[in-house]
């Protein structure tokens, strides 16, 4: 069985500059999650989703970071314009139910 | 809300040692508990789990007990190895939600 497929694996940009990370999770699962690790913290949850909607975006900042899972199956993550505190490694899991997660092994994110 | 309190790091061990690394959670109604356990270079991995009250969870030598009472999930291996040198997460998740709530993470060295 393929992973959760991320791209890309590094990018470094300057801040005020916009960024797009993307996500393929594991075929047929529904849940599809993007976590977001800054250094030395445990990671936190930016969006959920079930299928192509949204269960979850309590902690995502709206007025800069958008997602979207068009047809239920990869996802795109964006952030614009970006800041110096979102440098941070961005994580794509996916999910089949009942914490049988698969993690992607995530986006590193430096903002200059 | 949820938390996760994990016993801070960084931890060094000799190899063969015994290793504890202490969790304890905050959370409503009877959550599941995850260690995860992250490599260098790699994504985050399920290392064991639990879902009820005295259940244990084990794999690759690593154990940990769900302990009501004590609200606690501390992971215990009783002879580490070089191998096992990574960043160990707690984490745990409510039933019917599969959004993840994580600990700081705890960074392991051992040493030949």
């Known amino acids: 069985e393929a992973g959760v497929a991320q791209s890309p694996r590094y990018k470094i940009i300057e801040k005020r500059q916009s960024v797009a990370f993307w996500c393929n999770p594991i075929?047929?699962?529904?849940?599809l999650y993007w976590y977001q690790q800054i250094l030395g913290q445990g990671p936190k949850l930016l969006i959920q989703?079930?299928?192509?909607?949204?269960?979850?975006d309590s902690q995502l900042p709206k007025d800069r970071f958008s997602a979207e899972r068009l047809k239920g199956v990869d996802s795109t993550l964006k952030i614009q314009p970006a800041k110096l505190e979102d440098s941070a490694v961005y994580l794509c899991?996916?999910?089949?139910?009942?914490?049988?997660?698969?993690f992607g092994s995530g986006t590193r994110l430096t903002v200059v | 809300g949820n938390s996760v309190t994990q016993m801070e790091g960084p931890v060094t061990l000799s190899e063969e040692a015994f290793l504890t690394i202490n969790c304890t959670y905050t959370?409503?109604?009877?959550?599941?508990l995850f260690w995860y356990v992250q490599y260098p270079g790699e994504g985050l991995q399920l290392l064991l789990k639990?879902?009820?009250?005295?259940d244990k969870g084990s794999n690759k030598g690593f154990e940990a007990t769900y302990r009501k009472e004590t609200t606690s999930f501390h992971l215990e291996k009783g002879s580490v190895q070089v191998s096992d040198s990574a960043v160990y997460f707690c984490?745990?998740?409510?039933?019917?939600?599969?959004?993840?709530?994580f600990g700081t993470g705890t960074r392991l060295t051992i040493i030949p």
């Open positions: 959370a409503t109604g009877y959550p599941s």
């Open positions: 899991a996916s999910s089949q139910g009942q914490g049988g997660y698969t």
């Open positions: 984490a745990l998740s409510n039933f019917g939600n599969e959004k993840l709530t």
């Open positions: 639990a879902t009820k009250a005295d």
């Open positions: 075929s047929g699962h529904a849940t």
């Open positions: 989703f079930q299928n192509n909607g949204v269960v979850d």
